[in-house]
C-alpha cells in the first residue's frame, strides 16, 4: 500500500509569512498533484508535476518535485488569508493499463491570519 | 461549462439504513470516480467508473456499490451503514484518459448516527 505523509498536519500563520509544507513517500510515483479544498468544496488542482527534480511556479506559489519522484513540496510566498484552506498531495500511480490511482496525503489545513 | 454536481449535499442516516448519492460529471466527460473523506484517513479512492464499466476499485467493503449511466451520471450506494461511514463522499469526473486530471465536486456530506 502506497502512503503519502503530509506535514505539517496544521499550520497557523500571520499575513505576509512564508511556509513550507512537505509531501513524503516511500514509494516512487509517476506523477504527483497538489490540490487545494476551502470548506463545503471539492478539492481543486493547483499543479501536477510529473518530472523528477521539476519546479512549477503559480504566482507566490512554488512546487518541487523531488529528485526520485518520492516526494514534494509546496511554498507559498507572503502568505495571504485568500491562500488558507487544506492543501492536499496526491500521487500517481499507472499501476498497469486502467489501473491509473491517485493515493492522497491527509492534508495540511493552513490558516493565514490577517 | 457546469462543473460536477453532487445530491443530495448533506445526509442524516441512521444505523443499518442504506444510502443511494448522486454524481452528474461535466459534460462530456465519461469517468467518473469516488471517494471518501474523513478527519482520521483522509481521501480514500472507492471506485472509478467508465463507459458504465467498473475500472478502478478501493479497498472498501462490498456495501460500498456503484454503477454509471448512459449519460455517465453515477450513483454510489452504501448499505447496512455503520457509525465509521459518517463522511463527506466525492466524486470526481474526467475526460477518461489514464492519469488526466479530475475535477471533483462539493461532496456529499453523510452523517450516520
Known amino acids: 500500500t502506497q502512503l503519502l505523509e503530509q506535514s505539517p498536519q496544521f499550520l497557523s500563520i500571520q499575513e505576509g509569512e512564508n511556509l513550507t509544507v512537505y509531501c513524503n513517500s516511500s514509494s516512487v510515483f509517476s506523477s504527483l498533484q497538489w490540490y487545494r479544498q476551502e470548506p463545503g468544496e471539492g478539492p481543486v488542482l493547483l499543479v501536477t508535476v510529473v518530472t523528477g527534480g521539476e519546479v512549477k511556479k503559480l504566482k507566490r506559489l512554488t512546487f518541487q518535485f523531488g529528485d526520485a519522484r518520492k516526494d514534494s513540496s509546496l511554498h507559498i510566498t507572503a502568505a495571504q488569508p485568500g491562500d488558507t484552506g487544506l492543501y492536499l498531495c496526491a500521487g500517481g500511480d499507472r499501476g498497469g493499463g486502467s489501473n491509473y490511482k491517485l493515493t492522497f496525503g491527509k492534508g495540511t489545513l493552513l490558516t493565514v491570519n490577517p | 461549462k457546469a462543473g460536477v454536481t453532487q445530491t443530495p449535499r448533506y445526509l442524516i442516516k441512521t444505523r443499518g439504513q442504506q444510502v443511494t448519492l448522486s454524481c452528474s460529471p461535466i459534460s462530456g466527460h465519461r469517468s467518473v470516480s469516488w471517494y471518501q473523506q474523513t478527519p482520521g484517513q483522509g481521501l480514500q479512492f472507492l471506485f472509478e467508473?467508465?463507459?458504465?464499466?467498473?475500472?478502478n476499485k478501493g479497498n472498501f467493503p462490498g456495501r460500498f456499490s456503484g454503477r454509471q449511466f448512459s449519460n455517465s451520471r453515477s450513483e454510489m450506494n452504501v448499505s447496512t451503514l455503520e457509525l465509521g461511514d459518517s463522511a463527506l463522499y466525492l466524486c470526481?469526473?474526467?475526460?477518461?484518459?489514464?492519469?488526466?486530471?479530475?475535477?471533483f465536486g462539493p461532496g456529499t456530506r453523510l452523517l450516520v448516527l
Open positions: 470526481a469526473s474526467s475526460l477518461g484518459v489514464v492519469g488526466e486530471t479530475q475535477y
Open positions: 467508473y467508465f463507459s458504465e464499466t467498473q475500472r
